[in-house]
């Protein structure tokens, strides 16, 4: 079943549609939220733990209640008065008050329990809360933060807005946050991804058609990777699995449309040319007997504005052409990405490529595919938004480049990673600080381009590609000494374990 990744509007939505759509009452949607966190919470729980559960006004705080009864265990509640609990939160509550092995405290008394019990579990607000956290609510969560317990939140961490992940003036701190049905949007970015120290998604009996009519986020984990693999079938050839172009190099950057190349080959390309400045050729043909070599003229390093020419001869013999990789912030780079256009096939912008179209991006508007894989930073040059902006909002910044130029897949890189095209998402959610380095962005984008020529399919190969590159820096070194080479020889295990798993 495939996770996704809503704003709070969406999520609520998907809520009412299952309630009023598809007849399933909120009570029985309760029930599978409390009965799936109950067996995710006794797997934290030793014999003899004292927990405490904080329940809100409003039906998060009845999913506490409810999983305050399911527990079967002793366990002290704190809740709010019935008059102002939801008509669901009533209902549980009605359910519990008798209950033998539940001990309901004060705000007094719980304030002082929060210096001695062992787990505590957050069901004060869920993803509605729109105002600020104060009076009562704040102490409390200030008490929550300053306890040594196990804190378990339930959907979303009380005090963090669902879709933005800013803190509404306090906000808990958990060690587990259980979402329900979806992944919010605001658990990733900002503050979120601060307070939530760790994730885990269960469902509640939302349909999941519901989801893929509202075209919302997909997780990208290993299911919908294996899903995406394209197959290689035993009796392809070379012709079968595609033809890439690669350009790219200079003089001082001849490593990185070599670390591309070694990724696009290793990733399952037919066959491989490179385009490189003249002065590099002779490097290039030493560092790989795989790819075929051509060139064009170069000054001062680079490619010269000339290049172009020998650039032109090759329209109409590739599958998929990628531009970018090492080949600094020229004049010469402008030119060979417009001329890399009028080779009319799938083009990968990569690096130097994407500060290279900001001048015209109405060049984005082809009737081909396009794949961009920036960072943070070069998106700056794709949009008309700062760097502060795109990292408040990377959802909104993908979601509006992807409406405005609908043959473009986007691959936007950070600690997460958003891959849009049209209406369509996937989030990466695999923070690895050994791709903080220079030369993982060209290996990403050779792995691209090999299995876009197995798929032919510009969203597919950018997904499956993230995924697979992410994949490739879990190894057992420390992050800090990670090599561009240890990613590449990596690639070949991942692949396995994907067809296998």
């Known amino acids: 079943m495939k996770t996704t990744i809503c704003t709070a509007a969406q999520a609520r939505l998907a809520d009412k549609t299952a309630i009023h759509e598809h007849k399933i009452p909120s009570l029985i949607l309760m029930e599978h939220a409390a009965l799936g966190c109950t067996k ?18 409003g039906n998060n705080g009845g999913d506490g209640l409810a999983i305050a009864r399911l527990l079967h265990r002793p366990c002290i509640v704190y809740a709010p008065k019935v008059s102002s609990m939801s008509n669901d939160e009533r209902i549980q509550w009605a359910m519990l008050e008798k209950n033998e092995q539940v001990h309901f405290s004060s705000f007094k008394e719980t304030l002082s329990l929060l210096q001695s019990v062992d787990v505590v579990i957050d069901a004060l607000f869920g993803n509605g809360l729109s105002r600020d956290i104060e009076g009562d609510y704040k102490t409390l969560t200030e008490a929550v933060n300053a306890s040594d317990a196990y804190v378990i ?15 509404l003036n306090a906000c808990i701190i958990s060690d587990l946050t259980i979402c329900l049905d979806c992944i919010k949007t605001g658990q990733l970015i900002n503050e979120g991804k601060k307070v939530c120290s760790k994730l ?3 469902p509640i009996g939302i349909p999941q058609t519901i989801h893929r009519d509202a075209k919302t986020a997909i997780l990208l984990d290993p299911m919908e990777a294996k899903h995406l693999l394209p197959q290689r079938p035993d009796d392809g050839h070379k012709g079968t699995f ?4 690669m350009i790219g190099g200079s003089y001082s950057m001849h490593g990185a449309i070599t670390m591309a190349a070694r990724a696009c080959y290793q990733s399952g390309i037919g066959t491989l040319t490179c385009f490189v400045p003249d002065c590099i050729h002779d490097i290039l043909a030493q560092k790989m007997e795989f790819a075929m070599l051509k060139s064009g003229e170069d000054k001062n390093g680079y490619f010269s504005n000339t290049a172009i020419e020998a650039l032109a001869k090759e329209t109409g013999k590739y599958d998929i052409v990628t531009i970018g990789n090492g080949m600094g912030q020229q004049e010469s780079t402008k ?3 417009q001329k890399a256009l009028q080779l009319s096939t ?7 490529a994407c500060w290279a179209i900001r001048e015209h991006p109405e060049l984005l508007r082809q009737d081909f595919s396009i794949i961009l894989t920036p960072h943070i930073k070069e998106m700056t040059y794709l949009c008309h938004r700062s760097l502060s902006e795109i990292l408040q909002d990377p959802f909104g910044t993908v979601q509006e480049f992807c409406a405005s130029y609908p043959n473009c897949t986007l691959v936007l890189k950070s600690d ?6 049209k209406d369509q998402m996937y989030v990466l959610h695999q923070p690895n600080s050994a791709l903080a380095k220079g030369g993982s962005g060209d290996i990403l984008c050779g792995i691209i381009a090999g299995l876009y020529g197995q798929c032919r399919n510009a969203f597919q190969a950018a997904a499956v590609g993230t995924y697979i590159h ?6 057992k070194k420390d992050p800090a000494c990670f090599m561009p080479e240890d990613l590449i020889h990596q690639i070949p295990n991942v692949f396995q374990s994907l067809r296998e798993g």
């Open 153 to 167: 939140s339930i959907d979303i961490n009380s005090g963090l807005d669902a879709t933005s992940g800013k803190i």
């Open 40 to 57: 995710i919470i006794q797997n934290h729980l030793q014999p003899g733990d004292q927990v405490l559960i904080l329940c809100g006004p």
């Open 346 to 352: 799938c083009t990968l912008f990569d690096a130097d």
């Open 416 to 421: 997460i990673t958003l891959i849009g095209h």
């Open 200 to 202: 885990e998604c269960i």
């Open 335 to 337: 030119k060979l990405v």
């Open 242 to 245: 595609g033809k890439a172009l």
């Open 470 to 475: 992410s994949c490739c820096a879990k190894q």
